[in-house]
């Protein structure tokens, strides 16, 4: 996932490794899964159906929560029979070779695959009464898997894209944005303009797909005769050293990694906070992480019909609490929404 980290070209997702995550991915494809307990009679979860522990092994990342799922016949029913009759959902993963907290990385006890993006893959499994198979690998081989039929459908921060949809279909599951963080102590917030930003130091990582958006604020300001500084450092610890010691304001940066960085720091005398999320895709479009299946495999409406079953059931808004990323919460699944223009793909 090496190429996948800080938005460098949007075909990629929005995540950033931080460095000071020492825990790393297992060398080769995983089919490890976390704990999934199918219930059987006499034990405590409903016949057919599966408790899912989200946030678990996660390394304090996330507040563990066990939630129980049952299996949905009729949903089930949608899958393609060779699917169903399989009975296992293959999930492709692109996080090897260091993994991205908290979308995926490996768990404490040094083996099994944990993150936001595991559990969601997890969680719809258990509503497809379907075992959830991890299959982990490069970002690029993420999709050759997919592509070859290896694995079912991709749970990996994969952006929505028009460019992907040739190739691809879509079931939307969580936004596509970017944050500003900031030491819990300031007062300011991001109010969706560029005058809300006028006077302030920001920094953002160099050829990012935040730095373009952030340089274009920058000319908006300038304009007006008002000023936007943007400050680059090397790697996140020394953007976080700048933070704490009043060098930069905030720090604008993929809002996976900034939810993750604030519960590192909750109880520690620099706490952060989110001042304030922006559409990776832009003012104009909200950007869609979306789970990626073959295009015309028949999967893509079972899989929005499972999310959206999540989501009625207030699972969904479970699993993102639980990975501190509520503020990501989409309505609905929608199956192959408007993606990232061709022209900024």
């Known amino acids: 996932m090496s190429s996948a980290v800080s938005r ?11 460095s000071a995550l020492a825990i790393g991915l297992t060398a080769c494809g995983s089919s490890t899964t976390a704990k999934t307990v199918t219930a059987a009679a006499g034990a405590s979860a409903p016949v057919g159906s599966t408790v899912v522990a989200v946030g678990a092994l996660s390394n304090g990342a ?6 129980t799922v049952p299996q949905v016949d009729s949903i089930r029913a949608e899958l393609p029979a060779s699917v169903r009759d399989s009975g296992e959902l293959t999930i492709g993963l692109g996080l090897l070779p260091t993994g991205s907290a908290p979308l995926g990385y490996t768990g404490s006890d040094q083996k099994t695959l944990t993150g936001s993006e595991p559990d969601i893959g997890r969680l719809v499994a258990a509503v497809l009464g379907l075992k959830p198979v991890l299959s ?4 690029d081989n993420l999709f050759v898997g997919i592509d070859s039929g290896k694995n079912d459908v991709g749970f990996s921060n994969i952006t929505d894209t028009e460019q992907r949809k040739t190739k691809y279909d879509f079931a939307s599951y969580r936004q596509d944005n970017l944050g500003f963080e900031v030491l ?9 303009t560029a005058e809300s930003l006028a006077g302030k130091t920001v920094a953002v990582g160099a050829g990012t797909n935040q730095e373009k958006i952030l340089e274009k604020w920058q000319s908006t300001l300038k304009a007006e005769g008002k000023t936007l500084t943007i400050k680059y450092y090397p790697d996140g610890n020394s953007t976080y050293l700048a933070l704490d010691s009043g060098k930069i304001d905030a720090y604008f940066e993929p809002n996976p990694e900034l939810a993750y960085h604030i519960t590192q720091t909750a109880k520690t005398p620099n706490a952060t906070r989110s001042a304030g999320k922006f559409s990776g895709a832009g003012a104009s479009l909200q950007g869609l992480i979306a789970a990626t299946t073959k295009k ?12 959206n079953y999540l989501i009625k059931t207030g699972d969904y808004a479970k699993w993102l609490a639980a990975w501190n990323l509520s ?3 989409v309505p609905t699944s929608l199956v192959n929404p408007p993606g990232l223009p061709l022209t900024n793909s």
């Open 136 to 139: 982990n690998a490069t970002w």
């Open 8 to 18: 460098r070209v949007r075909l990629i997702p929005a995540t950033a490794a931080l």
């Open 184 to 192: 819990k102590s300031s007062t300011w917030n991001f109010d969706g």
């Open 296 to 307: 015309g495999d028949g999967l893509a409406k079972p899989l929005a019909d499972a999310i």
């Open 62 to 67: 996330a507040t563990e929560v066990d939630l």
């Open 327 to 329: 503020n990501e919460a």
